[in-house]
């Protein structure tokens, strides 16, 4: 779709929030006629005359409606325009049809997102590539277009990629697959579907052949499955680690070493990034000089401090089992910060296969119970400190338990494994406050 056919048309924007901001400037800059509506009339107040706040039908007249994410498709507005047949797109699907010769690298997963977005922007960086990363990560992609950057490094949600029609990009991968965000999709074979739409249309399938939904998802389509990537040692033409380093069909990108932050999940964060940047071109030495200045991202595996001899670790956005286990595998002894809202999540397995490394543990939040009743069956001789406390500065009584519980040499790890909204504002709230803690416990 060409951007003068967007001039003139009537069109509805869903949600008034950085993304609905950033989608309205673009249309109204096309020459559209915009609506712009959102169920908090505070978030529309900088819109003025283009505001309708609650709409639960598009206005009449409109011909296309441009949702932002967060948005399930089983709102009332939303299911007025499907019956009314207005298309309904997302805002990476309008960021699409205004593109005009950027390439999009592009990723998507359970977990790992914003690190490998992260380290693949600086990896293109350091190849002198005017790139950036955009998407998920906070930057919508429709203002990475109008700044003018040629390469976009794309972090793509489930409910982004629900809403995709045409998306082809470049290069792509599903990063893994684990039980997520299932009360917005409905099921998990819906969020599996969501996440197989980055491949379609895709010039280049990456996949992680240690994850079968990602091996799964990069052959449908009778097509042949891709380029590879392993923690192990890969087959030819494939990426993966030999001797301690990160290769490319057997030549050397990077020792394992040197990628951050640590741990395996880390190191197949770090081969999808290198593989997407090496489908674009990039040489080998760039892809090492891009790990040497890669900043990880706060709340990932991120060193917060040094108490005798205990080092004490934020990776608050292990949200889920899935990404918990991959920072507590990455140390031999922690004592785990655990708890929250598990919405459902079976947590048996996961606890079983990392009881081996436990310390001990310590558990707030609102599903405390549902893990200490596995750590019961599957870590009994652990030792367990409950805290009662809803408050988020309940961090400093964390804290103190965790010391209490360490030796020289272990881990205090907050690897949550659950949601944070019965405690704190954000995961990364939560992060904010066990790295004030730690800090004052100096």
């Known amino acids: 779709m060409a951007r003068a056919d ?7 924007v869903v949600g008034g929030g950085l993304t609905g901001r950033s989608v309205v400037a673009a249309l109204v800059e096309l020459g559209a006629n ?13 819109f003025g005359d283009l505001a309708r706040p609650g709409l639960t039908a598009p206005p009449e007249g409109t011909d296309l ?8 498709p089983v709102s009332a507005l939303h299911l007025a325009a499907a019956e009314a047949g207005i298309e309904v797109i997302g805002d990476v699907e309008l960021a699409w049809r205004l593109s005009s010769g950027q390439t999009w690298l592009a990723l998507t997963g359970t977990d790992g997102k914003t690190t490998t977005v ?36 794309v972090e793509l949600s489930s409910y982004q990629l629900h809403w995709q029609t045409s998306l082809a990009v470049d290069a792509a991968v599903v990063l893994n697959l684990a039980e997520d965000h299932i009360e917005w999709h409905g099921s998990f074979e819906e969020y599996a579907s969501a996440k197989a739409k980055i491949y379609r249309g895709a010039k280049t399938r990456i996949y992680n052949a240690d994850d079968e939904w990602s091996v799964q998802l990069a052959s449908q389509g009778n097509r042949s499955s891709g380029i590879g990537f392993t923690v192990g040692e890969p087959g030819p033409n494939r990426f993966g680690v030999i ?28 081969l999808a990034a290198a593989a997407l940047a090496r489908s674009y071109g990039v040489s080998p030495e760039a892809v090492r000089e891009g790990f040497r200045t890669y900043q990880p991202q706060p709340h990932r595996v991120q060193l917060v401090g040094e108490i005798d001899g205990v080092r004490y670790v934020n990776d608050s956005k292990a949200t889920n089992t899935h990404a918990a286990a991959g920072s507590l595998t990455a140390y031999e002894h922690v ?9 459902g999540a079976d947590i048996d397995e996961f606890v079983a296969s990392v009881a081996g490394r436990l310390r001990g543990v310590v558990l707030l939040g609102a599903d405390q119970d549902v893990f200490a009743q596995a750590l019961g069956r599957h870590a009994p001789e652990v030792p367990i400190t409950r805290l009662d406390s809803r408050d988020d500065g309940v961090m400093t009584a964390v804290v103190r338990a965790a010391r209490e519980l ?5 881990v205090v790890l907050l690897a949550p494994a659950a949601k944070s909204h019965d405690m704190f504002t954000s995961y990364a709230h939560r992060g904010e406050m066990f790295t004030k803690a730690v800090q004052a416990s100096v």
């Open 6 to 12: 967007f001039a003139g048309r009537d069109v509805l």
């Open 34 to 46: 915009v609506t712009v509506t959102d169920g908090k009339p505070e978030a529309l107040k900088e």
């Open 65 to 72: 409606v441009v949702t932002t994410p967060g948005w399930k």
């Open 118 to 153: 992260s380290m693949l922007e600086s990896i293109l960086r350091a190849a002198g590539v005017k790139a950036v990363a955009c998407g998920n990560i906070g930057l919508p992609v429709i203002d990475a277009i109008r700044a003018g950057y040629e390469v976009l490094a």
């Open 243 to 270: 001797d301690g380093w990160l290769v490319d069909d057997g030549t050397r990108l990077c020792p394992v070493d040197e990628v951050r932050p640590p741990g395996l999940h880390n190191v197949s964060n770090a």
């Open 335 to 343: 004592v785990w910060i655990a708890g929250g809202e598990l919405h």
């Open 406 to 410: 360490a030796r020289p040499g272990d």
